[in-house]
């Protein structure tokens, strides 16, 4: 798999995670100024990686595919990661009910959503189309399912929307905790994010890939209650001490847990 294997990858994940484990130490205050931090970084990752490719300090593989994208005025993220215009044109051809799992589709589908991804990036070589789409011959599926949230809906239509969507908003509500210091693990939940993000997008659904997300969204969750969590020593304390002291007291305590406790540790 391409985010396990792929070096240039995982360095730049590494990179970001340690970044932010950094942040998280020090004095800089809110969220907002370590996300606006973040996303500069991501973009000029996105933007010097062309450059630092050509020059080949990424290696003669990279270097030779950035120069056949820049002469195409490709992306190079599409370019690389063909399956994910192909697998979109797809799913959006065949909603709403998809087209069941693994089920082949006729040349001539195969066909056009092969065109579109040309329309990004520039023409495909034979290795590719056949990687692609089985040498569009009639035997084989006509597609590569190598995108998680549209080889799901590809598959099961628009059933497959809405968990996509809760699963997207909490990965991208967990990075958000980890920048407001919430996440007891900052560093592995802000890496394992990423990773479920990417797969999410680039990588086929398989056990590797299922057990990188169920991961991620244990780590955001377990942030969500640590935060629910939290309040409750502080009623702990104030119900101690309204115990041993007047009725005033206790109904500062009462007050408190009215403000502090969320509703499901409300009996």
Known sequence: MSRIYDNRFQTALFILAAIVVILLGSRLQGRSGILLLLAGLTAAM?????????SGALGERAQAQQIRDNANDASFLLSIRKELPMTAYLAGSNLPTGIGSYSAIDIEQSGRALTFVESFTGPTERSEVVYLTGGLEASTLGYKAHSQAFSAILFAGLLAIPFWLWAGFKLLGGITNVCARRSPVPGLTFYMITLALWDTLFSPMNANTHLTLGFALFLV?????????????????????????????LDNASNLMDCHVPTMYRG
Do not use: D, M, Q, W
């Not at 640590?226 to 309204?242: D, N």
């Open 46 to 54: 996105y933007l010097f990686y062309p450059a630092v490719a050509i």
């Open 221 to 249: 969750l377990l942030a969500l209650n640590s935060r629910k969590s939290s309040s409750v020593p502080l009623v702990a304390k104030a119900a101690r001490k309204g115990s041993r002291g007047t009725p005033e007291s």
